[in-house]
Nanobody, 116 residues
């Protein structure tokens, strides 16, 4: 059974840090591009960061130098390290795994709230 399960969301004050995890099962995780998306309240889902099978990364401009995406293929986990969080980072965060030969999977999301 294919699954992506996000965890690590929490309520943190501005300037705080969080690490989100995305745990995969049921498919060959190492082959897939893994992305983190977020959806703020009342807004559309947006791409935050992406890591390829060869571990090349890219980020949306608003999180560059603050967020780091990484992956551990042996454990089948992807991470999103988030530093210096801002209220504008408040959103539901989703993990996505996609392979060019087929397979596009989503997790259920984890809530990040940045507020004092």
């Amino acid at each position: 059974q294919v699954q992506l399960v996000e965890s690590g969301g929490d309520l943190v004050p501005p300037g705080g840090s969080l690490t989100l995890s995305c745990t995969a099962s049921g498919f060959t995780f190492a082959n897939y591009v893994v992305s983190w998306y977020r959806q703020p309240p009342g807004q559309e889902r947006e791409l935050v960061a992406k890591i390829t099978a060869s571990k090349r990364t890219n980020y949306t401009d608003s999180v560059k130098d603050r967020f780091t995406i990484s992956r551990d293929n042996r454990k089948k986990i992807a991470y999103l390290q988030m530093n210096n969080l801002e209220p504008e980072d408040t959103a539901m965060y989703y993990c996505n795994a996609e392979w060019y030969l087929g397979g596009n999977y989503w997790g259920q999301g984890t809530q990040v709230t940045v507020s004092s």
